[in-house]
């Protein structure tokens, strides 16, 4: 999945998706639910990287 892809499909901004995975702004709670969700993962795992 392309960040295109992933940005829509959560409906987050590309920009938004793009400065929260370089460390430029923290997601807020709602995108972290948003992301995990799109990714298939739990929070957990998102924020740990695991």
Known sequence: MTREE???NVGINLKSLINI???LRI???HEL???ATGLG???????NNE
């Not at 993962?41 to 924020?47: A, R, Y």
């Open 27 to 29: 997601p807020r709670i």
């Open 33 to 35: 639910v948003q992301l």
């Open 41 to 47: 993962v739990s929070i957990d795992e998102l924020i």
């Open 21 to 23: 995975e370089t460390g």
């Open 6 to 8: 992933l940005a829509l």
